[in-house]
């Protein structure tokens, strides 16, 4: 039975996909998927994100940002574009913003005044967040308490242990798990997906990106791949794949306020 499906962050809009787009959407439809949600790291991938929601209108949406990784390199120009592109039809996301605590690419200080100004513009748009963690989500948790109000959002393949999810949870966020919640050594991260409530819970493949089990290692990933991660959430959750594909489709629904 094909499952209905919403892979809630794919990059649709990297060179590993050039030229490839319609045979992956094509794919994506006949896997189930009702609706993929495409996602900026800088200026020009968010342009391109918002050309691929109008080129796939119903099907294909996006979310508009400065990756903290990307940030370093951005101009007060980039961001300014990111603003005129939040009121693009077919953008329903700020993000991915976030902090990143791996990678030594922009000064944390840099890192969290553009997060800061990717909450301002949730705020001014009344658009979700989706928040990039990596090896940051304590730091994250703090400047999100620091701010005047906290905008709906998600943390995208999150990673986190039990108390991080809680926090989060907290805050009002949506928890979205991604290929490594399929791999043997998850574990842990599985006992966090099994605690998230139902109405919190998003999946996403971060295509082209971490291919879940047992596809790991195959690249590109892709939004099909998602019914796999789908799967092992509801496995260690004691659900029919059935309902919880429709739970996770209609949080997507909910948090992007899409009909």
């Known amino acids: ?100 605590c791996y990678w030594d690419d922009t000064p944390m200080e840099l890192q969290q005044r553009y997060f800061d100004d990717h909450l301002q513009l949730c705020r001014d748009t009344g658009l979700p967040m989706v928040i990039h963690m990596r090896d940051s989500g304590d730091l994250i948790v703090e400047q999100l308490r620091g701010q005047s109000s906290v905008p709906a959002g998600v943390m995208h393949s999150f990673t986190g242990d039990q108390r991080l999810a809680e926090q989060c949870l907290d805050l009002g966020l949506y928890i979205s798990f991604a290929g490594m919640v399929t791999f043997k050594k998850s574990d842990e991260l599985r006992q966090v997906a099994r605690m998230v409530p139902q109405n919190r819970l998003l999946v996403e493949t971060d295509s082209p990106y971490l291919s879940p089990e047992p596809l790991r290692g195959r690249r590109p ?39």
């Open 221 to 259: 990933n892709e939004p099909a791949r998602v019914e796999h991660t789908l799967r092992c959430l509801a496995e260690v959750r004691g659900v029919t794949a059935d309902d919880l594909a429709r739970i996770t489709t209609e949080n997507a629904r909910r948090l992007l306020q899409l009909p």
């Open 1 to 100: 039975m094909t499952l209905e499906l919403f892979d809630t962050h794919a990059h649709l809009n990297v060179a590993a996909f050039d030229g490839n787009v319609d045979a992956v959407v094509e794919r994506a439809k006949q896997a189930g998927l009702v609706g993929i949600l495409v996602i900026g790291i800088d200026a020009a991938s968010s342009r391109r994100a918002c050309d691929l929601a109008a080129d796939y209108p119903g099907f294909l949406y996006a979310a508009v940002g400065i990756q903290p990784n990307s940030a370093a390199e951005a101009s007060n120009d980039d961001f300014a574009l990111v603003r005129e592109l939040a009121g693009y039809p077919g953008v329903r996301a700020i993000g991915e913003t976030g902090l990143d």
